[in-house]
């Protein structure tokens, strides 16, 4: 009794250590600025393109942050990477970044437990895709990062807590985000071709997308928690007949 008080005693004080130096390190991006740079994609595309060589690695961490940040677009870096280096390259940087900055979101998620999630992710997200805790459901959150409108990054601190292996979790919510990163970067070298009526047929398409997920969202949502609670149930009585 007296240990497991000590260990819970030890988590608490991870994270408020963890969430004091965020508050921190926050403050002082917000009073540099560093936020509004993040904000501006002209700023950004300038920045990159000043580290030479090192652009890549640049861009790789912008990707990185986004995804760890919540107050990052990754819509704009995402098209950004198709503006700087193509559909090809900018995909692959772009990937790269994405799986690490979601895999520093899951470990974190994992790490510091539930009640760190609680503070990052809205109480609202959280609560909706509580469901996804009880087992694996690979194929399923499959389906959720490919959705438009999902907080897949919001997503990633979410699933640290459930039963996902880090290797099963990098495999699913790359490849799950992979068609979404592939038409940014498509989209990114339209505007850097000036081809804006490909942009703009693009954009259109993605926007009617957009809004068939978000005018269909619950029923969506209603409709994967069957599937998860189906899968469930097989999963127990394949157990039960072991």
């Not at 740079?37 to 393109?49: A, C, E, G, V």
């Not at 870096?77 to 690490?100: D, H, K, M």
């Not at 969202?217 to 157990?239: A, C, S």
Request: proline share 3%.
């Amino acid at each position: 009794m007296k240990q497991e008080q000590e260990q819970k005693n030890a988590i608490w004080l991870k994270l408020i250590l963890f969430i004091l130096a965020v508050a921190i390190l926050t403050l002082i991006l917000y009073k540099t600025g560093v936020f509004q740079f993040f904000l501006d994609r002209k700023r950004m595309q300038d920045f990159i393109h000043s580290l030479g060589p090192l652009g890549f690695l640049g861009f790789i961490f912008l990707q990185t942050l986004q995804v760890v940040a919540a107050p990052i677009p990754g819509e704009a870096t995402g098209l950004l990477g198709g503006y700087l280096y193509g559909p090809v390259l900018g995909t692959i940087l772009s990937t790269i970044g994405l799986t690490i900055g979601s895999y520093i979101a899951f470990t974190l998620g994992r790490i510091f437990g539930r009640p760190f999630v609680e503070r990052v992710v809205d109480k609202t997200v959280l609560q909706r895709f509580d469901y996804l805790l009880h087992h694996k459901g690979a194929f399923l959150i499959f389906l959720l990062f490919l959705i438009p409108g999902i907080p897949k990054d919001y997503l990633c601190y979410i699933l640290g807590l459930g039963h996902l292996t880090t290797i099963e979790f990098l495999i699913i919510g790359g490849t799950g985000r992979l068609f979404g990163t592939i038409l940014l970067n498509v989209g990114g070298n339209y505007l850097r071709n000036e081809e804006y009526m490909k942009f703009s047929f693009l954009f259109g398409i993605a926007i009617i997308v957009v809004i068939i997920a978000i005018v269909f969202k619950e029923k969506i949502e209603r409709l994967l928690r069957v599937i998860h609670i189906v899968q469930y149930k097989r999963q127990k009585q394949k157990r039960m007949k072991k």
